[in-house]
């Protein structure tokens, strides 16, 4: 079984850009969640995802946002990227929908630099 | 406010001993928890969930859960190199996010 795929896996952009990074979950998971991992701060729980729905979302601004197709395929988008949001994008998939209980698996991240 | 700690290491272990990491979490409530290992430049790869109280084990890893003292482990046997990586310890889950430590640093001395 194929495992999670993010896409793309290395992105260098500009303060004031915006970028979109592409998740698609591990077949029939039908539950995204979205992760940062900074050295300082460490993995960050941006939001999650399940039936197109965004269910919950963590102490991020408004800059970060998400969504899901019917497909269960995620996209995050960061707008006015500040150097600050130079960080490894993870995103992890996980069978069941409701809370407790859930593996999740992750991507292989995609590594924004923001210059 | 949702937290996890852990020693962020380094610890190092001889190659062939026993490796414990530990975690302590702030959330009473919480049913899940999990063990990732995350070697350098790459993701967090799922090792160890467990749910109840008392020691579930898989291969070389043994997770201890003990939700009353809010504290979590894993123990490692038999340490190989191909272990020396960055674990970390996570709770929650679902709709709520997975909340993490910084993680712990273990290092296999050959």
């Known amino acids: 079984k194929a495992g999670v795929t993010q896409t793309p896996r290395y992105l260098i952009k500009t303060r004031g850009q915006q970028v979109t990074l592409s998740c698609s979950p591990i077949?029939?998971?039908?539950?995204v969640s979205w992760y940062q991992q900074t050295p300082g701060q460490g993995l960050q729980f941006l939001f999650e995802?399940?039936?197109?729905?965004?269910?919950n979302k963590g102490n991020f601004p408004g800059r970060f946002s998400g969504r899901q197709f019917s497909n269960s395929r995620s996209e995050m988008n960061v707008s006015t990227l500040e150097l600050g949001d130079s960080a490894l994008y993870l995103c992890?998939?996980?069978?069941?929908?409701?809370?407790?209980?859930?593996?999740?698996?992750f991507g292989p991240g995609t590594r924004l630099t923001v210059l | 406010q949702k937290e996890v700690e852990q020693n962020s290491g380094p610890l190092s272990v001889p190659e062939g001993a026993i490796a414990s990491l530990n975690c302590t979490y702030s959330?009473?409530?919480?049913?899940?928890f999990f063990w990732y290992r995350q070697y350098s430049g790459k993701s967090p790869e799922l090792i160890m969930s467990?749910?109840?109280?008392g020691d579930k084990e898989d291969g070389r890893f043994t997770a201890q859960l003990n939700k009353a003292s809010q504290y979590v482990s894993l123990l490692i046997r038999d340490s190989q190199p191909s272990d020396s990586a960055t674990y970390l310890c996570?709770?929650?889950?679902?709709?709520?996010?997975?909340?993490f430590g910084k993680g712990t640093h273990l290092i296999i001395q050959p």
């Open positions: 992890a998939s996980s069978l069941v929908g409701t809370s407790g209980y859930n593996e999740q698996f």
């Open positions: 077949s029939g998971h039908r539950s």
């Open positions: 995802y399940f039936s197109e729905t965004q269910r």
């Open positions: 959330d009473r409530v919480s049913q899940s």
């Open positions: 467990i749910y109840s109280n």
């Open positions: 996570a709770f929650g889950g679902g709709a709520d996010g997975l909340t």
